[in-house]
């Protein structure tokens, strides 16, 4: 079982930034290998989850959805089993629930076996 938990939501005014951090127990537990993690974010009326940043187990690889890349950086420290996701010139339509999750390894954009609760971006005009 992997637990996660995501805080540094908010509201925000456009071009405004924001960081989210995600605690996470996220080391497989028979392997002693991390996870590779990832956020996505739901918008308000949609019913589905969009993969907005993943990184691989070491940070050396990493993923972005075309409407946040050059705003958004994913980065993780391992030693203190922390995601994080630093987002930068927000935008109205960044309005989201925003879940920190395990991804698929060899594709980062997908998620995984484990979601955290989510943590609430409001940005405004």
């Known amino acids: 079982q992997v637990e996660l938990v995501e805080s540094g939501g908010g509201s925000v005014q456009a071009g405004g930034s924001l960081r989210l951090s995600c605690a996470a127990s996220?080391?497989?537990?028979?392997?002693?290998?991390?996870?590779?993690m990832g956020w996505f974010r739901q918008a308000p009326g949609k019913l589905e989850r969009e993969g907005v940043a993943g990184i691989s187990t070491l940070g050396g690889s990493t993923f972005y959805a075309d409407s946040v890349k050059g705003r958004f950086t994913i980065s993780r420290d391992n030693a203190k089993k922390m995601l994080y996701l630093q987002m930068n010139s927000l935008k109205p339509e960044d309005t989201a629930m925003y879940y920190c999750a395990t991804v698929r390894c060899d594709a980062l954009y997908s998620p995984g076996d484990f979601w955290g609760q989510g943590t609430q971006v409001t940005v405004s005009s």
């Open positions: 996220f080391y497989r537990s028979k392997t002693d290998k991390p996870y590779c």
